[in-house]
């Protein structure tokens, strides 16, 4: 029951940006867009999170648009070790964290 | 900061038979969470604890599967018996709800997982 919706899979050039879309059309008002990624053989990695102002941290930055149905996770300047499945969910206080197939990113060098 | 610990990081079993996994959580972190990862799909919540109450486990088989956090802090999920279709990844991670009343977030702190093997 994931409640957002990525590109199966996306490629970048390693130093390009990679921008990485969802849509999340079923998101409340109090509910917070969160991004992870898990590289295999991994756990999931917190990415970045926000609620309607655009975000940056060292790792990423994070637009979400207007009406807070969509959202894109933008890498910069993409390198090898990002290649990794990225997951986009929302989620509002102590509710549970759904995600989704994610989406495969592949930097190329 | 130390990082979620899980163990043992792989296990392989017949079915029908019992397994234990064990996670320890980050200090002070009062959320913890047990996911169950099938190969290609996202992970599945299984059950939350909130300190050593169980928030969430809407999603786990309970009939085969059992958790608890004792004192709050350290975590064990157990199978038994097990199925073939119980061969996944399970995650364990943490996290401390952050922010006001109405408008919290909070941001999960992973384990390496335990990979099991139902033969």
């Known amino acids: 029951d994931a409640k957002t919706t990525q590109p199966t899979s996306m490629d970048c050039a390693e130093g390009r940006a990679a921008n990485l879309p969802c849509n999340h059309s079923?998101?409340?008002?109090?509910?917070?867009v969160y991004w992870y990624r898990q590289i295999h053989s991994q756990g999931p990695q917190y990415i970045i999170h926000?609620?309607?102002n655009n975000e940056t941290n060292e790792m990423a930055s994070l637009i979400i648009t207007e009406d807070r149905k969509s959202s894109t996770l933008i890498l910069p300047h993409a390198t090898l070790r990002d290649t990794a499945v990225y997951y986009c969910s929302h989620q509002g206080g102590s509710e549970k964290l759904v995600f989704g197939k994610g989406m495969k990113l592949t930097v190329n060098p | 900061e130390a990082g979620v610990a899980q163990s043992p990081r792989y296990k392989i079993i017949e079915k029908r038979q019992s397994v234990a996994f064990w996670c320890n959580p980050i200090s002070g972190h009062a959320t913890l969470y047990w996911y169950q990862q099938i190969l290609g799909q996202g992970p599945k919540l299984l059950i939350q604890f909130q300190n050593n109450g169980v928030v969430d486990d809407s999603q786990l088989p309970k009939d085969r599967f059992s958790a608890e956090r004792l004192k709050g802090v350290d975590s064990t999920l157990k199978i038994q018996p097990a199925k073939l279709e119980d061969s996944a990844v399970y995650l364990c991670a943490s996290s401390r709800i952050k922010g006001t009343s109405g408008l919290s977030y909070n941001e999960q702190f992973f384990g390496p997982g335990t990979r099991l093997t139902v033969l």
């Open positions: 079923t998101i409340s008002g109090n509910e917070y």
């Open positions: 926000g609620l309607k």
